[in-house]
């Protein structure tokens, strides 16, 4: 079965600052989705990113951006000039291109900006 | 917001009692996602409806059911509640039913079971 790990439960940044949130996951197929999905206080989940396996470059959307390591298994998500909207928890996730898939989500990791 | 309605926001209720979640999904999409977030089992895909019919289905318990109507809307049926069944439950539409989509995701329905 497909695994996402997210083995940070938790970081900080300062206001303004670059952080990069990490996720490693674990599949056989080649053709795939990763996604970084953002989930604030008010508990609705936003898609941040969206990266298709395929495609060697990185995704990139405003501020936040991937570093994508096929070959690793690694999808980190950069967040550049962080704001205190940034807050919250992000959660990495991973689905096959298939009728059968499904979206499989990490544990999260709780991001708190410092002012 | 998402334009994905889910309601109730908030529901508190006894174990072995019966309850139902109603989600409408945003407008032009076809397809529905049902997802539980517990602090132990993190988030997971419980099941999939397409144009009314069932598409994908994940780890769902045979005490839940879910189905999907001709205007679209959802429930999800939850019964012979436990304490454990007690999680954020989270409704999610998206346009052609692909799990590889941007799915657009309600603020969910926080159920207590007491």
């Known amino acids: 079965a497909q695994t996402v790990t997210q083995s940070q439960p938790e970081m900080s940044v300062q206001e303004a600052e670059t952080v990069t949130l990490s996720c490693t996951y674990d599949?056989?197929?080649?053709?795939?989705?990763l996604f970084w999905y953002k989930q604030p206080p008010s508990r609705q989940m936003i898609l941040v990113i969206r990266?298709?396996?395929?495609?060697?470059q990185n995704a990139t959307e405003n501020r936040f951006s991937v570093n994508f390591q096929k070959a690793a298994k690694s999808f980190s998500l950069k967040i550049s000039d962080s704001q205190l909207g940034d807050a919250a928890m992000y959660f990495c996730?991973?689905?096959?291109?298939?009728?059968?898939?499904?979206?499989?989500f990490g544990k999260g990791i709780t991001l708190s900006v410092r002012p | 917001d998402s334009g994905v309605t889910q309601t109730p926001k908030h529901l508190i209720t006894a174990t072995g009692q019966r309850v139902t979640l109603r989600c409408s999904p945003r407008?032009?999409?076809?397809?529905v996602y049902w997802y539980q977030q517990s602090l132990d089992q993190g988030l997971q895909f419980l099941i999939q409806?397409?144009?009314?019919?069932?598409?994908a289905k994940g780890n769902i318990l045979e005490r839940f059911s879910a189905q999907q109507f001709p205007d679209l809307h959802s429930e999800l049926n939850l019964s012979s509640l436990e304490l454990g069944d007690s999680a954020l439950y989270f409704c999610?539409?998206?346009?052609?039913?692909?799990?590889?989509?941007?799915?657009?995701f309600g603020s969910g329905t926080q159920l207590s079971v007491l």
């Open positions: 990266q298709e396996a395929y495609k060697q």
């Open positions: 599949t056989s197929e080649s053709d795939y989705y």
């Open positions: 999610a539409s998206s346009v052609k039913g692909q799990h590889n989509e941007k799915l657009f």
């Open positions: 409806y397409y144009n009314g019919e069932e598409r």
């Open positions: 996730a991973y689905t096959e291109n298939g009728a059968n898939s499904k979206l499989t």
């Open positions: 407008s032009g999409d076809l397809s």
